[in-house]
T-cell receptor, first 113, second 111 residues
Framework: NAGVTQTPKFQVLKTGQSMTLQCAQD?????MSWYRQDPGMGLRLIHY???????DQGEVPNGYNVSRSTTEDFPLRLLSAAPSQTSVYFC????????????FGPGTRLTVT | GENVEQHPSTLSVQEGDSAVIKCTYS??????FPWYKQELGKGPQLIID?????GEKKDQRIAVTLNKTAKHFSLHITETQPEDSAVYFC??????????FGSGTQLTVLP
């Protein structure tokens, strides 16, 4: 099993550009989530999904969209990048929501200039 | 909303000594408390977790304790080794069933 994979590993965007961060898992997990990690602030939940076709907002959803058309994939879209979105983004998956180990991908380091 | 306070933010110990990281939470409905270890350039990885019906759990050199009355839980690492150097995050799952993470502790084990 590859686990949770994320692409790209690094990305530089200009303010106003859009892009999609890809996330895939091959463990048939129902629950998938996106976090951003900023210095001194831990991991903050952006969006999550409890199954194909179901998504919901986390703590910091503004400026991001998600969709879950398949169990395996959970892309994160930045609609119009802003410098405040400079961060490291992690995708995670778990068997189900609530009380199960979350498996994290390797992360995407995004810089918005 | 849910809030998790984690202390200290940095911790240096001599190899072989013990390390303790503490977290407090605010949601009385919280029922699941995992700890994650993040090595440089990698995603976090679960090292141990505890549920609200248990007061302590051990796994070799790692232990976690939970005090529900005081709403705090702690990670204990004994006989520390250089490979224990990493960032450690506590987290809690409350009534919303989503994880809320602490701000992290950079642990450095000095040889």
């Amino acid at each position: 099993n590859a686990g949770v994979t994320q692409t790209p590993k690094f990305q530089v965007l200009k303010t106003g550009q859009s892009m999609t961060l890809q996330c895939a898992q091959d463990m048939n997990h129902e629950y998938m989530s996106w976090y951003r990690q900023d210095p001194g602030m831990g991991l903050r939940l952006i969006h999550y999904s409890v199954g194909a076709g179901i998504t919901d907002q986390g703590e910091v959803p503004n400026g991001y969209n998600v969709s879950r058309s398949t169990t395996e994939d959970f892309p994160l879209r930045l609609l119009s990048a802003a410098p405040s979105q400079t961060s490291v983004y992690f995708c995670a998956s778990s068997y189900r929501a609530g009380g199960y180990e979350q498996y994290f991908g390797p992360g995407t380091r995004l810089t918005v200039t | 909303g849910e809030n998790v306070e984690q202390h200290p933010s940095t911790l240096s110990v001599q190899e072989g000594d013990s390390a303790v990281i503490k977290c407090t939470y605010s949601d009385s409905a919280s029922n699941y408390f995992p700890w994650y270890k993040q090595e440089l350039g990698k995603g976090p990885q679960l090292i141990i977790d505890i549920r609200s019906n248990v007061g302590e759990k051990k796994d070799q050199r790692i232990a976690v304790t939970l005090n529900k009355t005081a709403k705090h839980f702690s990670l204990h690492i004994t006989e520390t080794q250089p490979e224990d150097s990493a960032v450690y995050f506590c987290a809690e799952q409350g009534s919303a069933r989503q994880l809320t993470f602490g701000s992290g502790t950079q642990l450095t084990v000095l040889p």
